[in-house]
């Protein structure tokens, strides 16, 4: 009975829904049938005559909506639907499209016309029914949140907290409300601690109308607060906090660096690269991305990998580092960096304002020179606001070399061998396909998508602790002796965990931005997500395997010139891999994200990108056989 009133429910929504959009599709010819809504208008017309008819046209796709809207509603697709919890399949898109084909033309339109009209709507409806039958992918955890009902594993930053940076219960039911509910009122009844806002949850459940949703990607879960790999990761944070202002070049001659490595190494749940089952001088801090295991169905078990070229040459991406060529002007690679000894959060009580989400009240000082990137703080920085980065990186790939071998120019990458305009005899590609111009449209169409998925996961999955807070963790630990906080010992027993108490006089993990991290859930990042969907943009539309020809470095004595790189070669699909990871663990040295963050969404970002790419390569015309690039675990792939 009670399914038989929610099939009615459902039915009565479908029918209302569609006759709104079909009157929709006949609002704009109302003026006109109005005006013909004489008398003899109303006599019944030849057919001749009525395929002449203002709004013919529009009254027979009113129908054929009608058609579509009523398949889609038997099939299940429709919101409030028994059938889309029973069924992971709706319609095929034959079945929606049947009868469409004989659409009535306008006869003042072309066949041809006519036919790019019918083939617009044919791969839209193609394309929606494909992405549907995704399935929703498996969302595990890490049980923190229920785990501990004082929810010290869990993100409340922003929310009113007590004096040991515990969040207000009460606070936290209404929070957990607006989660589970995901409706805008419920967000805006949360009770906030100070001034700083929530950063955009409900904005993660906007339709996307060009690839999947963010429920059908799926990321393993964070790590957990008491486990081996959380407190690798932490120590990690901590050195990369306590080294931020040695330049990477000078890491061979620093013994706190060699310290770094020794601590690092001896790390059971330590997940990044390694060079013979060692952390190694090469290896240090370098990125790794981290897929969910398909051959786990359950969703739990991750995947580490290093990506093509991570591991080669300078730390720094070519990307990063060179002059950005555009028309007439020129992008200088050197940057606005903070001076050295800009920490913040190292005080108690300054830690707990960010905690309740007050402003801060210091500001980060900066060094009047720019200078190219050559330390952890400058990259810190540089990803703090972001600058041109990959929209920079597309316009370098295809900008000519500097005719002088000393100065350096664009990479001149050749496009894709996929390209289909390297073999056309007569005709050349532009902003419309398959050019420079159009994939510099993909790219920020990509950042939109590839933040909706992040955040989705931020929200409604993770919600996992920020560095910043766990830190705090550890300086009751230590300080406090606060027992009940299940810490592992690997971060209790850290080198860098003393050494951040020798030189701040607490335990507390240095920040370098002021406000700390964005008020929403650590796990995955999206700054990283960003990075994963754009290089995988870009990898598609460039050769990988050229090699960069004229790679520089900073110059060791003066970082606001460049030197001559010499070394391993450096090819385009590897610094691209490395400015991936150079972008998203960016954030990690600013100490508020951890290496799972930006590993898992890597791989997220990369996955947004392939349904994009996916779902634009249906509308094309031009003969081609799809887009080929490596993915970030080394695996050739054509979408």
């Known amino acids: 009975m009670l399914d038989r009133e929610r099939r009615g429910r459902a039915d009565a929504k479908v029918h209302?829904?569609?006759?709104?959009?079909?009157?929709?599709?006949?609002?704009?010819?109302?003026?006109?049938?109005?005006?013909?809504?004489?008398?003899?208008?109303?006599?019944?017309?030849?057919?001749?005559?009525?395929?002449?008819?203002?709004?013919?046209?529009?009254?027979?796709?009113?129908?054929?909506?009608?058609?579509?809207?009523?398949?889609?509603?038997?099939?299940?697709?429709?919101?409030?639907?028994?059938?889309v919890a029973s069924a992971a399949r709706g319609p095929s898109a034959e079945d929606l499209l049947s009868g469409l084909e004989s659409l009535r033309r306008d006869p003042r339109a072309s066949p041809l016309d006519h036919e790019l009209r019918l083939r617009a709507l044919r791969v839209r409806v193609e394309a929606a029914v494909d992405n549907f039958e995704a399935p929703i992918a498996p969302h595990p955890d890490n049980g923190d949140e229920e785990r501990y009902r004082n929810k010290i594993g869990t993100d409340t930053r922003g929310l009113p907290h007590d004096g040991r940076g515990e969040v207000d219960l009460a606070a936290y039911r209404i929070a957990s409300r607006a989660h589970a509910s995901r409706e805008w009122d419920d967000f805006e009844a949360i009770p906030l601690g100070g001034t700083r806002k929530l950063v955009n949850p409900i904005g993660t459940l906007a339709v996307s109308l060009i690839g999947t949703t963010p429920p059908q990607i799926g990321v393993p879960p964070a790590p957990a607060l008491a486990s081996a790999q959380k407190a690798a990761e932490a120590v990690e944070v901590y050195w990369k906090a306590l080294l931020r202002d040695i330049p990477?070049?000078?890491?061979?001659?620093?013994?706190?660096?060699?310290?770094?490595?020794?601590?690092?190494?001896?790390?059971?749940?330590?997940?990044?690269?390694?060079?013979g089952g060692r952390v190694t001088l090469e290896t240090l801090f370098r990125g790794s991305v981290t897929y969910a295991d398909t051959r786990d169905r359950s969703g739990?078990?991750?995947?580490?990998?290093?990506?093509?070229?991570?591991?080669?040459?300078?730390?720094?991406s070519q990307f990063l580092l060179r002059d950005i060529p555009y028309g007439p002007q020129l992008l200088s690679g050197a940057i606005r960096t903070a001076l050295p000894g800009n920490d913040f959060q190292t005080e108690y009580d300054e830690w707990l304002a960010v905690q309740n989400g007050l402003a801060p009240t210091r500001t980060i000082a900066y060094d009047p020179v720019r200078r190219y990137i050559s330390t952890g703080r400058d990259l810190a920085e540089y990803v703090h606001g972001g600058g041109a980065l990959f929209w920079g990186a597309a316009l370098l790939l295809g900008a000519a070399r500097s005719a002088n071998a000393g100065v350096p120019g664009g990479i001149a990458a050749p496009l894709s061998p996929?390209?289909?305009?390297?073999?056309?005899?007569?005709?050349?590609?532009?902003?419309?396909?398959?050019?420079?111009?159009?994939?510099?449209?993909?790219?920020?169409?990509?950042?939109?998508?590839?933040?909706?998925?992040?955040?989705?996961?931020?929200?409604?999955?993770?919600?996992?602790?920020?560095?910043?807070?766990?830190?705090?963790?550890?300086?009751?630990?230590?300080?406090?002796?606060?027992?009940?906080?299940?810490?592992?010992?690997?971060?209790?027993?850290?080198?860098?965990?003393?050494?951040?108490?020798?030189?701040f006089g607490s335990y507390l993990l240095p920040q370098a931005f002021p406000e700390g991290a964005p008020l929403h859930g650590s796990y995955p990042g999206g700054a990283a997500a960003i990075a994963g969907v754009n290089t995988t943009l870009l990898k598609a539309f460039f050769d990988e395997d050229h090699v960069i020809e004229d790679p520089f470095v900073?110059?060791?004595?003066?970082?606001?010139?460049?030197?001559?790189?010499?070394?391993?070669?450096?090819?385009?699909?590897?610094?691209?891999?490395?400015?991936?990871?150079?972008?998203?663990?960016?954030?990690?040295?600013?100490?508020?994200?951890?290496?799972?963050?930006?590993?898992?969404?890597?791989?997220?970002?990369?996955?947004?990108a392939i349904s994009l790419l996916r779902d634009e390569r249906r509308t094309f015309r031009e003969p081609f056989e799809g887009f080929t690039f490596t993915r970030f675990d080394g695996t050739r792939v054509t979408v």
């Open 16 to 83: 209302a829904t569609t006759e709104f959009y079909a009157m929709t599709i006949d609002s704009h010819d109302i003026d006109r049938r109005s005006a013909a809504s004489t008398p003899d208008a109303q006599e019944p017309a030849s057919p001749e005559a009525a395929s002449k008819r203002p709004g013919a046209d529009k009254a027979t796709g009113r129908r054929a909506f009608l058609g579509v809207a009523g398949s889609l509603a038997a099939g299940g697709l429709v919101a409030g639907s028994p059938g």
């Open 300 to 316: 739990k078990t991750a995947r580490h990998v290093v990506p093509p070229g991570v591991l080669d040459g300078p730390y720094i």
């Open 248 to 275: 990477f070049e000078s890491y061979a001659d620093s013994s706190d660096v060699a310290d770094a490595i020794d601590d690092i190494d001896r790390l059971s749940g330590y997940t990044g690269p390694r060079a």
């Open 554 to 608: 900073p110059d060791p004595a003066d970082p606001t010139r460049l030197i001559p790189y010499s070394g391993p070669p450096l090819t385009v699909g590897g610094e691209l891999n490395k400015l991936a990871t150079n972008y998203a663990f960016g954030r990690n040295w600013a100490g508020i994200h951890w290496r799972t963050d930006a590993a898992a969404s890597l791989a997220l970002g990369e996955e947004v």
């Open 418 to 503: 996929t390209n289909p305009y390297l073999t056309s005899e007569t005709q050349a590609s532009a902003a419309a396909t398959f050019a420079l111009a159009y994939l510099q449209s993909l790219l920020p169409f990509g950042t939109s998508r590839a933040i909706r998925a992040a955040y989705w996961q931020k929200w409604f999955v993770h919600r996992s602790i920020r560095p910043e807070a766990y830190g705090g963790l550890v300086h009751h630990r230590l300080a406090n002796d606060a027992r009940e906080y299940p810490l592992h010992r690997d971060i209790l027993s850290s080198r860098a965990v003393e050494l951040t108490f020798d030189v």
